[in-house]
């Protein structure tokens, strides 16, 4: 299994466990829940005895970068509400808690010492990997996405030396990486098709009313890779009643209720889900 793959089916299971102990769950529960952050240390932050979580992860900060990613790509999958947490520490100042080692302002390149290095844009995973393997010195490039309030990865700030390495390296594979990722691509088709028909099957037995082609065009639509809707989350792939029941009550919200066109014209989401609620309950008991 891919690195990327491996990672995300961490991120998610922590994150489905969490929620499933508690009702709720955020980033603190995932990364703990991983193991990257040890509860001894957390403790340690949370009484102001840690400068930041960075600087006590078992990991380095793009490694976090990802994870929250991911993370982030789940909670809008399954639908949840965010919100906003202050973290005060147990101090008697009661400061706010500082989740990396940035500084309160931000400052220049040159300000930090990285003015020599150059910008290298997200989007090439060799090229990435290998570049910040070369380079003595790096740094992960977010900017801050206002609308969804979190920081999103940009890039990587790796040597100008490290950079040149790193294509040449890729040019000199490029056919080899080629045809292992048609490879990889075949293998995640094969294994995508044999999921959805079982996912297909098990909405046919949770809902024998639901015609065939509508249980398909669920499972095809719940189990797209990357996307993290239900079907992609390890309940969803272990195929849980209570995690498939989820995927065709969505299924029924967008496509046989007003609920979309609610939202359109400035309905609460809670309120929006609470005037089609009847009419979903009156679809699956049919289909049941």
């Not at 100008?160 to 995640?188: G, K, N």
């Not at 995927?247 to 809670?270: F, K, N, Q, W």
Request: aromatic share 4%; proline share 6%.
């Amino acid at each position: 299994m891919p690195p990327a793959a491996k990672l995300e089916r961490r991120v998610v299971t922590a994150a489905e466990q969490a929620l499933e102990r508690q009702r709720h769950v955020c980033p603190l529960d995932v990364l703990t829940g991983m193991g990257w952050l040890p509860p001894g240390l957390v403790t340690d932050w949370r009484q102001g005895r840690a400068p930041d979580l960075e600087s006590v992860a078992a990991v380095s900060a793009d490694r976090l970068t990802d994870a929250l990613e991911i993370f982030h790509r789940w909670v809008e999958g399954r639908g949840l509400r965010p919100s906003e947490v202050d973290y005060p520490s147990a101090t008697r100042d009661r400061r706010p808690l500082r989740f990396t080692m940035e500084d309160a302002g931000p400052i220049c390149l040159t300000c930090a010492d990285l003015d020599h290095l150059v910008f290298l844009p997200a989007g090439d995973a060799a090229l990435t990997r290998r570049a910040k393997a070369a380079s003595r010195l790096s740094a992960v490039v977010v900017r801050f996405n206002r609308s969804r309030k979190r920081h999103e990865r940009q890039g990587l700030l790796v040597e100008q030396a490290a950079l040149d390495q790193a294509e040449q390296q890729c040019l000199s594979d490029e056919e080899a990486r080629a045809r292992r990722r048609e490879r990889d691509r075949e293998r995640r088709e094969a294994a995508d098709e044999t999921f959805q028909h079982d996912l297909a099957t098990e909405i046919t037995r949770l809902f024998p009313g639901c015609p065939p082609d509508r249980a398909e065009s669920i499972s095809r639509h719940t189990s797209i890779r990357g996307s993290g809707r239900v079907g992609r989350s390890a309940a969803g792939r272990a195929l849980d009643p209570d995690a498939v029941t989820r995927a065709v009550i969505a299924s029924v919200r967008h496509e046989d209720t007003p609920y979309d066109e609610l939202l359109m014209s400035g309905v609460p989401r809670d309120e929006a889900r609470a005037r089609i609620r009847d009419a979903i309950d009156r679809i699956l008991t049919r289909w049941r």
